[in-house]
């Protein structure tokens, strides 16, 4: 009877000591924040990335994300949104800690490249081409 009291503080102990800071190193940071644009109005379906590690989050149609599970370290929080600046910001990110990175972006024009299709594409010499071509005049 003894014993097993003895073995069962043992195990208490053991599990006390080598568990717990293994669940709080899992729990890591949050950031956590809100995209608008110059008006206030929130812009949804951002891309949010951390570099380095490459966690990401979606903005919500508030404008909102949340990236959870961040372990401790300095990052740089880069928002992708086709039509918008891209802004970034360095956040420092403490175990449990939550750090708060809201984005304000502006309007931005969308340049595309020109593609020509069909017979008034600008030719490649025949050698380059991945393919064989034959080319038929009026």
Known sequence: MRSSKLL???V???LAVFSTPRVAAGQGGTIRGRVVDS?????GQAVVVLDPGGQRAT???NGEYTIPQVAPGTYTVRLR???YAAPSATVVVANARTVEQGFVVR???ISLAEVVIGSR????AAEELAVP??????
Do not use: E, K, Q
């Open 81 to 83: 949104r086709l039509g």
């Open 133 to 138: 071509v034959d080319v038929f005049t009026s």
């Open 39 to 43: 008006t206030g109005a929130p812009i």
């Open 121 to 124: 594409a600008r030719h490649t």
């Open 59 to 61: 903005t919500r149609d």
């Open 8 to 10: 069962l503080a043992v």
């Open 12 to 14: 208490v102990t053991f």
């Open 107 to 109: 309007r931005a024009a």
